[in-house]
């Protein structure tokens, strides 16, 4: 296990020369408080101290639209599977993007395996990012344990005032951190400086609903026909954002997308959304889904109840990004707490 | 034998027409597919015979354009509604807020009696329409994937989720948050949210989704402080027609 630090004043300048070498994409402000993770050429161009962005870095993994295959039938039928794949290196990923990234690995790994996602994921490089205070009051990253790192990164790095301190994870992790002599190693008084970051923190992220972790299976296990469901699905527009933002949902369409000569052409995976209203409709015009309240239960069973039976796992990270979007203000930490509430 | 296609307008700006002459490179592939026997922008010939495919803009406004329309349905295999006029009445439709003799005599004056016209209709509300390409003007792609659905004998049918849908996909910052009103959230998608991601609102000139949360929009722009009048107003611009009959 290595740890190294960084003067933060420098810390410009080493993205910048990561940036010079291969593709890197960071936090950049959008406005309005908001941002969003893009490509960047100059370290200064990335914000270190951002909220949850627009949309998750799964956007990388798995994007809005990807080439599965392409085929051509002028002589019979041909076809041929693609992998679009891009080298690059994901800077400041907050832990609960860590966490959902985790999610998409557990789902696209399950058999059969998914492998243009896989292909894609190895090409990804992550270097996480610590946040030493809350980013508003819509995350709920202590109740879901995502507020301190738990893997899944290269490099992890944690403000400690002048300087960053990083955990290098991985042999990829290794050589990020010879880049352009930056790093030097740690030594005791950053570790008892790391310490104090982390006691601070534990101070402050606790306790964002008034319930435990271990509870929410019992609690969703008696939800099926409460009423809160009705109430917010009165509220919701199916606007989709809550499962666009979300780093967890990972539902597809798949469509053909023919070339001009109708003879050749492309398939393409487009995100899709339990939310819409084509989602669970079939043949027919039948919908299994039909009503607003029944969509939104579905939203958050797939994060707290049908995850837990399959992968033995949660599938909301805690972000807040569900809430912070929603025009109807449907909010997810209000939503457990009524549930709560209820069955209790 | 190439298909036979014609493009016809009724009542609209003929911009979707302008769309079409601007596919640029696409043209030119498409021109490889049809045999474009009419299109008045583009080509002075005409042609009264049987056709594959009737591309119609614009929306039907007088008995005349009635009894055209039907001529057209008549010796057409597919027809195609393309642009807000032909597919939900668009903006042709706010005729349709007032007595229409009232209307008339606004636009037209001491010669009103002149000019004889009946309610606006989308193209489905007159005859049977089997493609729809939505939107003011139309987004080329969309227009190039309903032609291409056409001519392999496929159904196309257009996204019934709200814009907001692409909007996000596009991960532009949220309108609402810039304070600014926008149609999104019940306007059916489809236009890759071309719109807001120039920097625009969303007018809602695709009509709207088939199943609007009208109760909870209110709720919506209530908390934004937006008064409910601007936004019916906002609404009536392209979907005026709407409350006449039933659109895709």
Redesign the interface.
């Known amino acids: 296990m290595r740890y190294v630090t960084i003067p933060a004043d420098k810390m410009a300048d080493y993205i910048t020369a990561l940036a010079r070498r291969q593709k890197v994409v960071a936090p950049v402000e959008?406005?309005?408080g908001?941002f969003?993770f893009e490509p960047i050429s100059e370290g200064r161009e990335a914000t270190l101290t951002y909220i949850p962005t627009?949309?998750p870095p799964k956007?990388f993994f798995m994007p809005?639209y990807e080439t599965l295959l392409e085929y051509d039938l002028h002589e019979g039928q041909k076809m041929q599977a693609v992998v679009e794949l891009e080298e690059m290196v994901l800077f400041g990923v907050h832990t609960c993007d860590l966490a959902g990234i985790a999610c998409l690995n557990t789902v696209f790994s399950d058999r059969p395996k998914d492998l243009n996602y896989l292909i894609r994921k190895n090409k990804i490089v992550i270097i996480g990012l610590e946040c030493v205070a809350y980013c508003d009051e819509y995350a709920s990253c202590a109740l879901m344990n995502n507020h301190l790192p738990n893997g899944g990164y290269d490099l992890f790095l944690t403000p400690l005032g002048d300087r960053y301190i990083g955990h290098v994870n991985t042999y990829i992790g290794d050589s990020l951190v010879e880049e352009g002599g930056f790093f030097r190693d740690a030594t005791g008084a950053d570790f008892a400086a790391l310490e104090e970051v982390r006691r601070r923190k534990r101070e402050v992220f606790h306790d964002e609903v008034p319930i435990d972790l271990d509870e929410i299976p019992r609690i969703f296990a008696h939800s099926l026909r409460t009423t809160i469901w009705k109430e917010i699905g009165?509220?919701?527009?199916?606007?989709?954002?809550c499962t666009?933002?979300c780093p967890t949902c990972y539902c597809f369409d798949i469509v053909d997308?023919?070339n001009?000569?109708?003879k050749s052409g492309r398939r393409i995976r487009v995100?899709d959304?339990c939310?819409?209203?084509?989602f669970a409709k079939i043949a027919g015009g039948e919908s299994f889904r039909k009503e607003?309240s029944s969509r939104k239960r579905h939203r958050f069973f797939r994060k707290f109840r049908y995850p837990v039976d399959r992968f033995g796992k949660f599938f909301c990270t805690g972000c807040g990004r569900c809430s912070r979007?929603c025009?109807?203000?449907i909010n997810l930490k209000e939503t457990l707490a009524q549930l709560a509430r209820e069955y209790v | 034998m190439k298909p036979r296609i014609a493009f016809f307008d009724f009542a609209c700006c003929e911009g979707c027409q302008l769309q079409v002459a601007n596919l640029g490179e696409a043209l030119l592939d498409v021109l490889k597919l049809v045999d474009v026997v009419e299109f008045r922008e583009v080509m002075s010939e005409k042609w009264a015979g049987p056709l594959d495919i009737a591309v119609v803009e614009g929306s039907i406004t007088t008995k005349e354009a009635v009894e055209r329309i039907e001529k057209i349905r008549a010796r057409s295999r597919i027809l195609i509604a393309y642009g807000s006029c032909a597919t939900i009445g668009g903006v042709n439709g706010m005729k349709n807020r007032s007595p229409l003799e009232e209307i008339r005599r606004t636009v037209y004056g001491e010669h009103a009696h002149t000019f004889p016209t009946i309610a606006t209709r989308p193209v489905d509300q007159v005859v049977k329409v089997d493609y729809y390409v939505h939107g003011c003007p139309i987004w080329p792609p969309e227009f190039i994937e309903v032609l291409q659905a056409a001519l392999q004998g496929v159904p196309c049918f257009p996204p019934d989720h709200a814009v907001c849908v692409e909007c996000k996909l596009n991960e532009n910052v949220c309108l609402y948050d810039k304070g600014v009103t926008c149609l999104g959230p019940v306007t059916r998608a489809g236009c890759n949210s071309w719109c807001t991601n120039n920097g625009n609102i969303c007018y809602g000139c695709r009509g709207l989704v088939s199943n609007p949360n009208t109760k909870g929009a209110m709720d919506v722009l209530a908390r934004y402080r937006i008064p409910l009048e601007l936004v019916l107003n906002k609404m009536s611009m392209y979907n005026a027609c709407r409350e006449q009959g039933k659109t895709p």
């Open positions: 959008k406005g309005k908001q969003a627009i949309l956007k809005q009165d509220r919701c527009l199916s606007c989709g954002n666009n933002v997308k023919p001009l000569d109708l995100w959304s939310q819409n209203e084509r607003r979007t025009m109807a203000r």
